[in-house]
């Protein structure tokens, strides 16, 4: 028997779970190399406090599974493993973290605190972790992260979903200049500066959806180039100005649904010529043009249920040839636009119409076999 399964032995006699050694062994996620334990998984087996045991005994451990017990408290004792590099703490009744618990973990590279109780951090508290590249802090309940990930330069992802944030810094994430994955959704936010997003420019994925949004500044976007996704699902914008999606030419996703959006320019969309997905459902848009569309000639997926659309200009998708779903029910169209029967690449599309043009409708659509055809006549 190697001596850290003794050790692994005397931490469950401390905690109260020295009878579940053989089971601890058995998991696939509890590894030794050597006779040294270099993973170790402690998930699920009840644990209440950590008490001052400190990992770091283990001096080839860099996997430490910890998640879904009811540890209510982190020390700055538990954790003096210099090796250590990827930390679960998830699913745990964590209210409080010292500000020096990771101070020894110079090579973490990866830390879960998603779903505890956690208020707040220490400002400080990853000052030593600039090797970090996954963050999940969601599904807490803090309102305030200023200057937390000043030292995390290397920081790849980060989710701060389901917290309780209501204003974020220009500088809030000036450091993160290899930020790929920013979550945001599910806070309290209502507006930002125009610079948040300036050092930025590696994100591919933005999430902002389920907050209080009512305006984006001018531009905000600019510097994310290539950026693939933007979600502002579920806010309380009203008018987008004209600048808000330049520069995005790489963009391949953007949804704008459950907002109060009445109108927005004819010029809005001009630089998304990769967008393949546009969802503005649930809005109050009642004008859409060709001019909307006009340059999103990659564009395969248009969902606009749910607003007060009544007509539609002829050559409205002259230019979107690929579009292959399209989804108006609750638009009431008053005449089908003549582009529309020029969409060879339609294979799902859901109507409302009036007077005579779902015949020629049902007609078209027998003709080319679409199966998930649904008209819905007033």
């Given at each position: 028997m190697s001596n850290d399964t003794e050790k692994l032995r005397g931490l469950l006699r401390q905690l109260g779970h020295e009878n579940?050694?053989?089971?601890?062994?058995?998991?696939?996620?509890?590894?030794?190399?050597?006779?040294k334990?270099?993973?170790?998984?402690?998930?699920?087996?009840?644990?209440?406090?950590?008490?001052?045991?400190?990992?770091?005994?283990?001096?080839?451990?860099?996997?430490?599974?910890?998640?879904?017990?009811?540890?209510?408290k982190i020390q700055s004792k538990n954790f003096n493993s210099v090796e250590l590099k990827k930390l679960i703490l998830d699913h745990n009744l964590i209210e409080k973290i010292d500000k020096n618990t990771f101070i020894h973990c110079i090579n973490l590279d990866y830390l879960s605190l998603r779903t505890n109780s956690i208020k707040f951090l220490d400002k400080k508290i990853f000052q030593n972790n600039s090797k970090i590249e996954h963050l999940d802090l969601s599904n807490n309940s803090m309102d305030n992260v200023s200057n937390m990930f000043d030292n995390l330069s290397n920081l790849k992802y980060l989710n701060l979903s389901r917290?309780?944030?209501?204003?974020?810094?220009?500088l809030e994430f000036s450091s993160l200049k290899n930020l790929i994955v920013l979550d945001l959704r599910v806070n309290e936010l209502k507006k930002f500066e125009a610079d948040i997003f300036q050092n930025n420019e590696k994100l591919i994925a933005l999430y902002l959806q389920n907050n209080k949004i009512s305006k984006l500044p001018d531009g905000i976007f600019r510097k994310l180039g290539i950026i693939l996704d933007i979600n502002l699902e579920g806010n309380n914008l009203i008018k987008l100005d004209k600048s808000t999606f330049d520069g995005l030419n790489n963009l391949l996703e953007l949804n704008l649904m459950n907002n109060q959006i009445e109108a927005f320019s004819e010029d809005i969309l001009k630089d998304?010529?990769?967008?393949?997905?546009?969802?503005?459902?649930?809005?109050?848009?009642?004008?859409?043009?060709?001019?909307?569309?006009?340059?999103?000639?990659?564009?395969?997926?248009?969902?606009?249920?749910?607003?007060?659309i009544y007509y539609l200009e002829d050559d409205i998708f002259s230019k979107n040839i690929l579009l292959e779903e399209l989804l108006m029910n609750n638009c009431i169209l008053e005449k089908i636009p003549e582009s529309f029967y020029e969409l060879r690449n339609l294979k799902?599309?859901?109507?409302?119409?009036?007077?005579d043009d779902?015949?020629?409708l049902k007609m078209y659509f027998d003709e080319k076999n679409i199966g998930?055809?649904?008209l819905n006549i007033e």
């Open positions: 579940k050694i053989d089971s601890i062994i058995k998991d696939n996620e509890t590894q030794f190399e050597d006779g334990l270099i993973s170790l998984s402690l998930r699920r087996i009840g644990i209440k406090e950590l008490y001052d045991f400190d990992f770091g005994i283990f001096h080839d451990l860099r996997y430490l599974n910890l998640k879904h017990n009811m540890i209510k917290n309780r944030l209501k204003k974020l810094s220009n998304l010529k990769s967008l393949e997905r546009l969802y503005l459902s649930n809005n109050k848009i009642s004008v859409l043009k060709m001019k909307h569309f006009q340059n999103l000639e990659k564009l395969k997926v248009l969902i606009v249920m749910n607003n007060p799902k599309i859901k109507f409302m119409m009036r007077g779902n015949e020629i998930d055809f649904i």
